[in-house]
């Protein structure tokens, strides 16, 4: 099995740095020429929470791979969301009828490329690592996390079993015949964690405070409520359980709720990486994050379902007025969703 990974930064750079460690066959791809020439000179250096892995791996750059003519095997896609049709495009000369692409995103890219290419080729995957890309050939592996592969149709098959093998190389990677479930949960998970970008501060200090608890649940409430209109059983993961977070009746369990957030907080507390990629984007690159195309598909879905969504289409505009200056980070922000659901 052959590895193409694109995407060298947190995420790819961790899974192709543990399958080059492991001997597999695997080409990390990325735009970034001065990463991939650190890359080539000195290997892939990732910060783990014990001993940094130094790994040699055969890198290329997007610009060299789409000059082959050979079709791929395995394509494992680990840009940022708003990347994904513009890499599809490039490579799509490189995808026969037995390579697959397999999305290590956050969001629902999986239906973005099952359409450009088929969802037979496509691989959902639910990445829950704490990664970041700290400078040319250097990432910091801040936090283990589930990683999870899925058929689109939930069908448990072969190649989903061979692929699981070699990403043991990683370690735990396991199959679900309900990626997208797990994508849901991920997607209102990722909801609070966005919010968390709008302050200048760590997700553990911002989650641990009980002043926006309320805030929390309501924002993943409103992504919850669109999985359920479209009878997507989301999964639980790593001390998150949607079911603890969304009562459709809002008879909610506070105690629960608290006990889970503060496992949370606790999980976070043990990881390095203390400040969601979103914050990255906005406040070291200060570039455009991959909010929007997380967001946006949930908005467009519940208004198929009528329902109103205040807080994300709320905290929608503050990211986009952070990427554009219009906004500075601080707990004004929260505040100001805060007086969404109580005027
Ligand atoms: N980091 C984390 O801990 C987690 C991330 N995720 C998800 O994983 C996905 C990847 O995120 P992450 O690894 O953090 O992102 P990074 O920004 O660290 O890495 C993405 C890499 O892709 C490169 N890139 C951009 N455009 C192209 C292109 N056209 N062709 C090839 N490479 C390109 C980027 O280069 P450049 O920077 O120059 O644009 C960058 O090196 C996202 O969807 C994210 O939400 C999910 C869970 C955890
Ligand atoms: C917060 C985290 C690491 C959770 O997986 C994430 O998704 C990100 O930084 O983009």
Same mark, same amino acid.
């Not at 690159?285 to 929007?292: A, D, G, L, S």
């Given at each position: 099995m052959k590895f193409t990974i694109i995407g060298a930064g947190a995420i790819g750079g961790v899974i192709a740095g543990?399958?080059?460690y492991h001997e597999n066959n695997v080409t990390l791809v990325d735009i970034n020429q001065e990463h991939i020439d650190t890359i080539n000179k000195k290997g892939l250096t990732i910060e783990t929470t014990h001993e940094p892995i130094v790994v040699r791996i055969d890198t290329c750059m997007l610009n060299q791979l789409i000059q082959l003519s050979d079709k791929l095997d395995v394509i494992i896609l680990a840009v940022k969301s708003q990347h994904t049709k513009h890499v599809i495009n490039e490579i799509k000369h490189l995808i026969g009828k037995n390579t697959v692409v397999i999305s290590m995103q956050n969001g629902l890219?999986?239906?973005?490329?099952? @359409?450009?290419?088929?969802?037979?080729r496509t691989i959902g995957s639910f990445v829950n690592l704490f990664a970041d890309y700290l400078e040319p050939g250097r990432i910091q592996y801040g936090?283990?996390?589930?990683?999870?592969i899925g058929e689109l149709d939930g069908k448990i098959t072969n190649r989903l079993l061979d692929i699981q093998n070699r990403l043991k190389a990683w370690g735990n990677v396991q199959i679900t015949s309900n990626i997208f479930g797990y994508l849901w949960s991920k997607l209102a998970y990722g909801a609070i964690l966005t919010a968390t970008a709008t302050v200048d501060e760590t997700m553990e200090y911002?989650?641990?405070?009980h002043e926006y608890r309320e805030l929390f649940v309501e924002i993943s409430t409103e992504v919850l409520q669109v999985a359920e209109q479209l009878h997507i059983q989301t999964e639980a993961f790593d001390d998150w359980d949607p079911a603890i977070i969304y009562s459709p009746? @809002?008879?909610r369990d506070w105690d629960r709720i608290h006990e889970q957030f503060d496992l949370l907080v606790k999980r976070l507390q043990t990881y390095k990486k203390k400040k969601s990629g979103i914050w990255r984007d906005l406040a070291v690159?200060?570039?455009?994050?991959?909010?929007?195309n997380q967001l946006e598909p949930v908005i467009e879905k519940g208004e198929q379902f009528q329902l109103d969504m205040p807080l994300i289409r709320k905290l929608l505009n503050m990211i986009t007025e952070l990427e554009t200056g219009k906004r500075e980070m601080n707990y004004q922000n929260l505040d100001k969703l805060k007086t969404i659901i109580n005027p």
């Open positions: 543990y399958l080059a890219n999986e239906h973005i490329i099952a @359409n450009m290419i088929g969802q037979d936090g283990v996390g589930s990683l999870y911002l989650i641990a405070n009746n @809002n008879k690159h200060k570039r455009k994050t991959e909010v929007p």
